[in-house]
Each structure stands twice: as C-alpha cells, then as structure tokens.
C-alpha cells in the first residue's frame, strides 16, 4: 500500500450540536450561541456542526425557540465557516418515514435559510432510504455527506465498509463519515478502517466518534496518521464523557506535525471560557449529569450507547426490576441478532433495546413483541445487513409475515406535502413553518400558538427550557 500523503488535518466543531445534544439533552439557546459566534467564526474550522440532530424538536418542544430563525440567526454571523446539520435520511429529523415531497422539501429549505453541509445516515445503513436526500442535496448545490453508522458484527467486514464506501460514491455523495455514535471504533481499528476505505473511494473521508468508552482521543489519533481527512471535536466545557474529544487537545496533540490545524490556541481559550460558565450552571442545576461525564468500557462489551443505557435504566426502574440489569445487557446482542444485526442508533437502539427489556421481564423470549419490533420485521424500516431470525419472524407475525415489504418503505407513501399545508394553514407565517408542522404537528401547533401570543403581547407561559425527556 502507498504511503499516506501527509497534510494538516480539518476539523468540524460540534459544539452548538452534538456536543450540547450529547450532554444537556440539547438545551443551549439561540441567545447563548450569538455572542460567542464572531470568535468561533475566525478559528479556521472545516464546519460547525449547529443544527439538525435533536435540535429541532428542542429548539420548538423545550425552548419555545423557531430553530428556522435559529439557522438564519447563524449564518447571520458564520462569515467564513460552513454550517453543518445532522439529517435522518427518510425520517428528516423526525421518528418516522416521510413522502419524498416532504424530505426534498426539507432539504431545499435548509440549503436557502444557511446549511452548506447535510450529513445523511440512516440507522440500518440501508442506502435506499438516503438517496432521495442525497440527489436533493445536489440539486440545491449542498454538500452531500453520507454517514455510515458504524457497529460491530459477523456482517461488518471491512470487505462490508469498503463495498459501502464505493456505494455511498456512486449515490452523489460528496463525502463520507464514518458515525461511531457509541464509541466503539478503537484506535487500531481505525487505523485498519481509514486505510482500506482510503484504497476504495476518492470522496474525503470524516471520523465522528464519542468518548463514551474512552478510547475516542487516540482512535482519531491513529486514523489522523492513517489519512483521514476530518475528525469531529468539541470545545472542552462540552467535550469528553458521551460526547466528543476536546477541540483544543487534538490541535495541541498535532501542534508542530505536518498534520496541524494551526489552530489558534488563545483564541481557543477564549471561546472555552465563554462556554465553561454554561457548563457549570448545567451541573448545578442537574441539567448536566456528572454519570455521563465517565468512562463506560461496557458500551465495547455491549455495544450500548449511552443514550440507550440510561432509557433502559430508567424501564427497568418503573417495573420495579433494577435487579434484571445484567439480563438484559445480555439480551440486547440476542435481540439485534434476531432482528438482522441492525447499527443500534436512534430509533433501532430504542426499538432493540425495549424489545430486550420485555424479554426479560416478562420470562419468555417475544411473548409481547413491540410494534416497533413488528415494523422492523415488516421492513418498514429497511433492509438489515443479515435475514431476521425465522424462527422470531413466525412467532412475531404470524400469518402477518405475508405483508412484509422488500422494496424501499417510503415508495408506498402518496405525497403529503399539499396536505399538511392544508391542515396547519391557519398557523403559517413562513413557508418553512409547513416543515416544523409535518415533524412535529402537536408540538409545532403548541410553538405557533406560543408564537402568536407573544406577538400580540399577551403574556404566554414561559418555556420550560430544563424538564422533559425525548429520545436523543
């Protein structure tokens, strides 16, 4: 193999997402972000990733903030830094699957209100349900960035990653992540992973990882040497724990090599200073939990992202059955192989890890099978990289194994575009309040009325920017 061309390694700040999203459930406001922006702006980043993800169904459910004016706010004051988003292939930043109209739609508004980058995953890696975003993104000019979500597995060759690789370039992408979300990719293995996807596609290749398990700071260390284009990494108040490595550490660790960011170190400080009071705050109010702060070497065990761990805890709590923890850790992998070995990230790690919770409790393996679990069989949610379990597949559906669909879910679904306009007309004020209405309808309506209120100076309830819990 040739040897690996040196140069100084780009970096995308996940500060005003990811990080936030991973940490305090998302909460920063619009009002946080501002002040520090100009500083953020002159850093040298490849891309700030700020909006997308959970973001979305926080800024209207939580901060009675319109994130469209959030994103317009942002570009706003990123003069010389391209805006990044997270986007969930068919499901948008939704929980379900939308009609194409919907997802072309979405893509097109974010490009014209300020996003130049949309990284696309879907959570089976199933590439039917990204190439409609994907071919939208082209034609609105966007950056294109498909996310493979990475996992462990029989099925999850490097043969497997570099076959997708060479898809992921032939669907239009103009780059690929690799999206380790439970921080599962350890250094030698990155190192392993970069060089072969190097040596199967021309298209730049970004590393995205959490520092859950602990090793996140020398697998980007080892995949940096190994010529990854791009790591992802957040200013150090919201850094490390389920989050990521801290943006001022990975520059210093390259400071002086050919791969240097040359970043500036003072600025750095400047703008973790302006952060690190947030922090704080979050800690005191309970908003930040010092639980996810640690090191979890069982997320390598189980494969469990935190996020998961903490949902199925606090099930487990409800029934009254914390002493059937372990059970279940150990159900979780028997449960993903039932159902094809699926990535677990949102919503097939809620869906897996639900399923294996009823298992336990309930002493016999699907005798209640979620609806979740039936649609995941159903392939409603795609194709997984391995058959379902037969055996599961009879006692779950029974007779109803006879609809199970093979073609991509979203080719069923009539457009609905012209009809959620219809439904929410009395609440539009911009085209792009049609958007937060077809994700979230209940919640939207809820943000319109807020809106409406407070522009006629009545005095509506004010947000509750700390309590609530939805799927991160």
Known sequence: MSEVAKKPIKITETI???????????????????????????????????????????????????????????????????????????NILGY????????????????????????????????????????ACNKEKGHAQVALSYTLGDAYTLEYWMDMAKRVEEMGANSLCIKDMAGLLTPYKAEE???????STNIPIELHTHYTSGVASMTYMKAVEAGVDIIDTAMSPFALGTSQPATEVMAEAFRGTEYDPNFDQMLLKEIADYFRPMREEALKSGLLNPKVLGVDIQTLLYQVPGGMLSNMVSQLKEQNAEDKYMDVLEEIPRVRKDLGEPPLVTPSSQIVGTQAVFN???????????????????????????????????????????????????DLLEPELDKIEAEMKQWKQQDEDVLSYALFPQVATDFFKYREAQQKGVDASVADTKNGAYPV
């Open 16 to 90: 005003l997402r990811d990080a936030h999203q991973s940490l305090i459930a998302t909460r920063m406001t619009t009002e946080q972000m501002l002040p520090i922006i100009d500083k953020m702006d002159k850093v040298g980043y490849n891309a700030v990733e700020c909006w997308g993800g959970a973001t979305f169904d926080a800024s209207l459910r939580f901060l009675k903030e319109d994130p469209w004016e959030r994103l317009r706010k942002l570009k706003e004051g990123f003069k010389n830094t391209k805006l990044q988003m997270l986007f969930r292939g068919q």
């Open 360 to 410: 336990v409790l309930m002493g016999e393996r699907y005798k209640v099978a979620t609806k979740e679990t039936k649609d995941v069989l159903l392939g409603k949610y795609g194709q997984t990289v391995k058959p379902f379990n037969p055996e599961i597949v009879d006692k779950v559906l029974g007779e109803e194994k006879k609809n199970a669909i093979t073609c991509r879910y979203a």
């Open 96 to 135: 379900r699957p939308y009609a194409d109209d919907v997802v072309e739609y979405f893509v097109q508004k974010s490009i014209a209100n300020g996003i130049d980058i949309i990284r696309i995953f879907d959570c089976l890696n199933d590439i039917r349900n990204l190439q409609t975003a994907v071919t």
């Open 193 to 199: 992973l970069i060089k072969a996807l190097k040596s």
